[in-house]
């Protein structure tokens, strides 16, 4: 048997109390030898302790920091009163399915990839308290295009969030585009969720229930209807959430199907499956508010209301990620809501607009199918569809290869502007630690599949597909750190899922401001008509900012000498939300051209306990490069910053200073060649040389 050993090495540094209840996991495995007898019902009873502890080391074991495995267990370990109820409920026997020996192997583009931090980061204080119930709000688009097979492996991965720590609630949304009647697509949703319980039955534990009741619909409030007969006008609530909350805290998978009794006829109609998903949201995010008000009604409702938290928002549809206008085959990796929502609905609408709705026929003529296996070999498809129809296209029945490939380009759009819709109103209402993922259902379920042309070589590994919302539970960070350059990005893939679309990791984020803004004049060296970007401006807070710049470097800053410095030179700054990060950008002349003067990035500076989360220093180097100066800059970082690792993967270049303690880095693609700027390696090393550090240990 494979030695655990190593594995918990890597989580050393965690809280005693958890490293002991995993260790003791660990020994029970080493020691045991063979595998239980599972004639007897002692043996079996054994053998789902002993898959437990190897889904739940192999996993940990996975995360490749510290951090990330700490953050983990602080946030999703049960109590000891909640695993002792666990244990005397669960007498289904249990299918674990697949072994997770080496699912979960490090990923250099994710788990080994550098994060932005000046040191060790500081770990928050987390109450050691029972903890809440952690949520995700599942949306599965157009179940009945999935194939047994796949719909089988995604129902399995809700089961695995749910033993990790994660329980799902189940929203059905049979919309495809077909006008029905509202008694078919009533009846299509019962069917579906009845077909999503079933299967989710079938993996042990406490399984599913399917959940109709709950949702009231007005029609005196609200007459809009959507197509498919369904009701979407906001008006849509959960009547008795009760029902709903008991099952998740006895480990029961909740389906909702779309269908809402009137408060007036109590007659049950469709409703928009979006409408569902805000509707169960807003429950969720003010139950806690509605327990502490309830007063004295009953002590188990305010604890279960109290105890709920609504950690993801997970939509399962086949179009994948949310595209990126003008980049072929690619989505979005990652969205800050706060910064880019408008601008990638703009986008989008624009597209929408372009595109005229195009008969069968027409689109016929635009793909061409391979006749072996019958799979949509013209790119646009795969495109378009977010994800690749070479991945797990053995999985793909006729039925569902129809709908991706024969449906509109307009329609496409109008289904990623309401996903992106229902993200930007969804976690709106909830904490701002909410997330939410957009992903492909043959990528929700790679769980247990190796690639198609991976080695059965001995002594050849061949990793297998990583699980995307398995990973973003660990990790709670995108596939990719997206700040990366998109050449990178594809080239970290594995062969498997090289040609496929991310998934779209999403979160309301924090604002970006950019003083001056650039959309409106772009960037350009102090002139006699265009003077210096002043710091006397209402729109910078000089004292948060040097705290900011304080805090990040952990060094005391001489604040006339570097204001002094940089007074007649500056270009612009970037701020990242309350000062959580920001960035102070210059003009700067080399020694021997002093006409000439070459952009710098002269201070990027991250809050300490925002560095290493993944997101605010990728937000701010993304606005520096897409926004402020997307033809190219320079900077310098001292030769042992541990920062360094994340400049080499995001630099077009670098190049250590000679007779200094400096590395220079730039982001120009052809920094030889003719550029509108002019600037060379020269010049670039000339400022990097002659930039006159303004520490207080240093001035003084």
Excluded at 76 to 104: H, I, M, P, S, T
Excluded at 185 to 199: F, G, H, M, P
Excluded at 210 to 234: C, M, N, P, Y
């Amino acid at each position: 048997m494979v030695s655990l050993r190593p594995k918990l090495k890597r989580i050393r540094g965690i809280d005693p109390s958890i490293r002991g209840f995993y260790t003791s996991a660990a020994d029970g495995v080493l020691r045991g030898g063979q595998n239980p007898d599972p004639g007897n019902e002692v043996g079996k009873r054994k053998q789902r302790d002993t898959s437990s502890k190897d889904l739940f080391l192999d996993v940990l074991g996975s995360v490749a920091t510290k951090r990330e495995a700490k953050s983990y267990l602080s946030r999703f370990r049960a109590n000891k009163a909640q695993q002792q109820r666990q244990v005397l409920r669960d007498n289904k026997e249990r299918d674990v399915g697949v072994n997770l020996g080496n699912l979960y192997l490090p990923l250099r583009a994710v788990d080994e990839s550098p994060v932005f931090a000046q040191g060790p980061t500081k770990s928050q204080f987390v109450d050691k308290a029972a903890g809440p119930l952690h949520v995700a709000l599942v949306k599965i688009r157009d179940p009945q295009g999935l194939d047994e097979w796949t719909l089988h492996h995604v129902t399995h991965t809700l089961v695995l969030l749910l033993r990790l720590g994660m329980a799902s609630i189940v929203v059905i949304d049979c919309e495809d585009g077909q006008k029905r009647t509202g008694t078919r697509q009533r009846q299509l949703s019962t069917d579906q969720a009845d077909r999503v319980a079933s299967i989710i039955d079938k993996h042990g534990g406490q399984g599913s229930r399917r959940l109709d009741d709950i949702i009231e619909f007005s029609t005196v409030e609200g007459k809009t209807q959507q197509s498919g007969g369904a009701h979407g006008s906001g008006q849509v609530r959960i009547s008795n959430p009760d029902l709903l909350l008991t099952p998740l805290q006895r480990g029961v998978i909740p389906v909702v199907a779309p269908i809402a009794f009137t408060s007036e006829s109590y007659t049950l109609n469709p409703v928009d499956a979006d409408e569902v998903v805000l509707a169960l949201a807003r429950e969720l995010a003010i139950s806690q508010r509605r327990a502490e008000e309830a007063g004295d009604k009953t002590e188990k409702r305010r604890l279960i209301h109290k105890q709920v938290s609504v950690d993801r928002i997970i939509i399962l549809d086949f179009l994948g990620g949310i595209p990126s206008v003008g980049h072929r085959h690619e989505s979005h990796v990652f969205i800050n809501l706060r910064q880019e929502y408008d601008t990638i609905r703009s986008e989008l609408m624009q597209s929408k607009h372009k595109h005229a709705i195009q008969s069968v026929n027409e689109v016929a003529q635009n793909f061409s199918y391979n006749d072996a296996n019958g799979v949509a070999s013209n790119d646009s498809a795969s495109s378009l569809w977010g994800t690749d129809s070479r991945s797990g296209g053995e999985h793909l029945s006729g039925q569902l290869r129809s709908r991706v490939g024969f449906q509109s380009q307009k329609q496409k759009v109008e289904t990623h502007l309401k996903n992106l819709d229902l993200l930007q109103h969804s976690l709106a209402m909830l904490p701002s630690s909410s997330s939410a993922i957009l992903t492909t259902p043959q990528s929700a379920a790679n769980s247990d599949r190796r690639p198609q042309n991976s080695t059965q070589n001995p002594g050849v590994g061949t990793r297998r597909q990583r699980n995307p919302l398995i990973h973003n539970l660990l990790t709670n960070k995108p596939a990719f750190s997206f700040s990366l350059p998109s050449d990178r990005t594809r080239s970290r893939r594995t062969d498997s899922d090289s040609a496929s679309v991310p998934a779209t990791f999403v979160k309301l984020g924090i604002p970006v401001s950019i003083v001056p803004d650039p959309s409106i004049r772009p960037w350009t060296p102090p002139s006699s008509t265009t003077p210096p970007f002043s710091l006397s401006n209402s729109q910078i807070d000089l004292d948060r900012l040097v705290h900011l710049i304080e805090d990040s470097f952990r060094r005391k800053l001489d604040r006339e000498h570097y204001f002094s410095r940089i007074e007649k030179r500056l270009a612009g700054i970037v701020i990242a939300g309350e000062y959580e990060g920001g960035a102070i950008l210059t003009w700067e002349t080399p020694s021997d051209r002093s006409a000439h003067m070459v952009p710098y990035l002269d201070k990027f500076a991250v809050l300490g306990r925002c560095q290493g989360d993944g997101v605010v220093a990728d937000i701010v180097f993304n606005a520096i490069v897409q926004n402020c100066f997307p033809q190219g800059l320079c900077w310098r970082s001292r030769m042992d910053n541990p920062v360094n690792k994340w400049y080499f993967e995001r630099a077009k270049g670098h190049r250590k200073i000679s007779d200094t303690g400096w590395t220079m880095f730039w982001t120009t693609e052809d920094v030889h060649g003719e550029q509108d700027s002019g600037s060379s390696l020269e010049d670039y090393e000339a400022v990097c040389r002659g930039v006159v550090p303004s520490w207080v240990d240093v001035v003084n």
